[in-house]
């Protein structure tokens, strides 16, 4: 059974930066889709970045390209979410999920088999 951990969160001021992770175990994440999904105070959860098994598709919610970056290392079994240039907007919950295959429909929340608990990130000056 897939298990995922979440950390790397904080508090930064605007235009800061914060490397997020998530930690598999219990199997390989060379075999899963894992999506970044953030959630704000009184919202859903919107997805933020997918990165495919073999980690040579990448998508990205159009708020964040050019400032996030996802990236996987299947040696350290890792989902990264590098975050550059943060705004208040982008403050939340931040969740990696995980599924066995990619689906054009990357982003939502119902496709989803495996959770972590989350990492609070929090953009104020």
């Known amino acids: 059974q897939l298990q995922l951990v979440e950390s790397g969160g904080g508090r930064v001021q605007p235009g800061g930066s914060l490397r997020l992770s998530c930690k598999a175990s219990?199997?390989?994440?060379?075999?899963?889709?894992v999506t970044w999904f953030r959630q704000a105070p009184g919202r859903g959860r919107q997805g933020v970045a997918v990165?495919?098994?073999?980690?040579?598709?990448?998508q990205y919610l159009e708020s964040v390209k050019g400032r996030f970056t996802v990236s996987k290392d299947n040696a350290e079994n890792t989902v990264y979410l590098q975050m550059n240039d943060l705004k208040t907007e982008d403050a939340g919950i931040y969740y990696c999920?995980?599924?066995?295959?990619?689906?054009?429909?990357?982003?939502?929340?119902?496709?989803?088999?495996?959770w972590g608990r989350g990492t609070q990130v929090t953009v104020s000056s």
């Open positions: 219990g199997s390989t994440l060379s075999s899963f889709v």
């Open positions: 990165i495919n098994a073999s980690g040579g598709l990448k």
């Open positions: 999920a995980a599924q066995t295959y990619y689906t054009s429909a990357w982003a939502m929340v119902s496709h989803y088999s495996y």
